[in-house]
């Protein structure tokens, strides 16, 4: 970490993950990966019992009979039962095809960010029993996420995200810091108007609705986020972003 860093006002970075890091949204691939069963440490009856109760369970919030909440809850439980145990195999199953979809655009801040050379955190609605290992393997130190199944807490997402996020940077004394966001969807709006510079990865259209309704804030195209962000947080000018 840079000496000095978090006295001063160099701007925090802060990631969304399902369709920013990510282009792709994890949930459906965790959830692919429930119905699917993957854990060969369980024996078969077991993953079938585990598959099927995951299909259940998204057919009731097709059906209207749950909230996407509901779901998730659902099968934040099932992932921790099928889990216990497997001294985090699946999880890194998982996880190794969750870094396959990362945007290339974030692929050189992420380098440098795993070399310690700003501060950031990734703030996801994603469920923490896999947001946080993959936050980690991706290598954020600060992460926040829903709360994994069997802790205390609420979906973090939209003004529970902002409010999640606040509470952090008091803890961490970076409250008055810049903050620059990278997202896509407009359910970081509550998000989006507590920052200074947002690099949008939704649609073009979004980001012009987006800058004509919020003109204090200085919002890019996410694809041009590598060669700004040296900038941004002052990196050394032989920091090198070749992926």
Same mark, same amino acid.
């Given at each position: 970490?840079?000496?000095?860093?978090?006295?001063?006002?160099?701007?925090?970075?802060?990631?969304?993950?399902?369709?920013?890091?990510?282009?792709?949204?994890?949930?459906?691939?965790?959830?692919?990966?429930?119905?699917?069963?993957?854990?060969?440490?369980?024996?078969?009856?077991?993953?079938?019992?585990?598959?099927?109760? !995951?299909?259940? /369970?998204?057919?009731?919030?097709?059906?209207? +009979?749950?909230?996407? $909440? %509901?779901? @998730?809850?659902? &099968?934040?439980?099932?992932?921790?039962?099928?889990?216990?145990?497997?001294?985090?195999?699946?999880?890194?199953?998982?996880?190794?095809?969750?870094?396959?979809?990362?945007?290339?655009?974030?692929?050189?801040?992420?380098?440098?960010?795993?070399?310690?050379?700003?501060?950031?955190?990734? !703030?996801?609605? /994603?469920?923490?029993?896999?947001?946080?290992? +993959?936050?980690?393997? $991706? %290598?954020? @130190?600060?992460? &926040?996420?829903?709360?994994?199944?069997?802790?205390?807490?609420?979906?973090?997402?939209?003004?529970?995200?902002?409010?999640?996020?606040?509470?952090?940077?008091?803890?961490?004394?970076?409250?008055?810091?810049?903050?620059?966001?990278?997202?896509?969807?407009?359910?970081?709006?509550?998000?989006?108007?507590?920052?200074?510079?947002?690099?949008?990865?939704?649609?073009?259209?979004?980001?012009?609705?987006?800058?004509?309704?919020?003109?204090?804030?200085?919002?890019?195209?996410?694809?041009?986020?590598?060669?700004?962000?040296?900038?941004?947080?002052?990196?050394?000018?032989?920091?090198?972003?070749?992926?």
């Amino acid at each position: 970490m840079v000496p000095g860093r978090t006295a001063g006002t160099r701007p925090l970075v802060i990631f969304d993950l399902d369709g920013t890091i990510l282009s792709v949204n994890s949930f459906h691939i965790w959830s692919l990966y429930m119905i699917r069963a993957r854990f060969d440490h369980l024996p078969l009856i077991n993953r079938v019992s585990i598959g099927s109760a !995951a299909i259940r /369970a998204l057919i009731g919030r097709k059906c209207g +009979l749950t909230t996407h $909440l %509901g779901l @998730k809850r659902r &099968l934040q439980e099932l992932w921790q039962s099928a889990t216990q145990g497997d001294n985090g195999a699946c999880a890194k199953r998982l996880i190794d095809e969750l870094k396959s979809h990362v945007r290339p655009e974030v692929v050189g801040v992420l380098k440098a960010l795993e070399s310690d050379e700003f501060d950031a955190v990734m !703030a996801t609605a /994603a469920a923490g029993d896999y947001a946080l290992p +993959l936050g980690r393997a $991706l %290598g954020f @130190k600060h992460i &926040l996420a829903t709360p994994a199944w069997g802790t205390e807490g609420e979906e973090n997402i939209g003004e529970n995200k902002l409010k999640s996020l606040l509470a952090f940077l008091a803890q961490q004394g970076w409250q008055d810091r810049p903050r620059i966001l990278l997202t896509d969807h407009r359910d970081d709006l509550p998000l989006i108007r507590a920052c200074s510079t947002v690099y949008w990865f939704g649609s073009s259209d979004e980001r012009r609705q987006l800058a004509e309704n919020i003109p204090q804030v200085c919002i890019h195209e996410g694809c041009v986020i590598d060669t700004h962000l040296k900038r941004s947080v002052a990196l050394p000018d032989t920091y090198s972003y070749a992926c």
